[in-house]
């Protein structure tokens, strides 16, 4: 996924709340699945439409992705925000973006229900968020619409303190596995595998990476203190066999 692929990666290593789900799941299955590193966004989604990959550990599941995977129930419910330059007098709504040029991330969900829900937005399509947020600092487009917790990391790392949330969406990035569509066996035991993973261990998975705090008024501030999560990771299947019918029952 490029430099979009993974917020927190440190030293070569991968992190965040996707990757303790994946790692969690290899334990559960008794499975080893090994990350496609290197992908872009549409190169990821792309691999698993063609079935060189065999899942996506992090996707929104959409009607255009239905036709190529079967996804699991969401694990993780992600805000999706309005982003825009400090000067920019607080936007509120996707209404209010009706004939601007707003920034979006190319095959992200949120460009597919942009396009549906609001086709007066003058979408400008990006391969990564930081692109995205380095054109809305420079002025070059006037606002971004993405995910709060990959956009609020990119915000920090890039130093783009002149970069704010500007407004609110009713969408929100429900996160789920997403198995290529052949493989309906393989994607019920994920989810078992999935339904076997307790509320308090899921607790612990988000309050050890996300701590979010919300100043409310007319300008609204996003701050971030544990900023690494992950967009999305690609994985293919190393090695399953006969303990994946009987790991999770």
Known sequence: MGTDRIPGRQGGGYQGISLNYLRRLEEL???????????????????????????????????AREDFALFTSPYLSIPVNIFARNEVSYIGSLDNLAGKQVAVIRDYAVAEWLKRDHPEIRQVLFESTPDALKMVAAGKVDAHVGDVVTTSYYIGKLHLNHVRVA???????????AVRADWPIFAGILQKAL???????????????????????????????????????????????????????
Request: without cysteine; proline residues 2%; aromatic residues 10%.
């Open 29 to 63: 299955l008794g499975i080893r699945l090994e990350i496609a590193a290197g992908l872009s966004w549409s190169e990821g989604v792309e691999a698993v439409r063609r079935k060189r990959i065999d899942m996506a550990v992090s996707m929104a599941r959409t009607k």
């Open 167 to 177: 407004g609110e969406t009713p969408y929100k990035n429900n996160q789920s596995m």
């Open 195 to 249: 339904d076997a993973i307790e509320q308090p261990e899921r607790d612990t998975f988000f309050n050890r990476w996300m701590s979010i705090k919300y100043e409310h008024g007319l300008d609204y501030t996003l701050l971030w203190q544990i900023l690494a999560a992950v967009a999305m990771l690609f994985a293919a299947v190393l090695f399953w066999n006969n303990r994946l019918n009987t790991a999770v029952k």
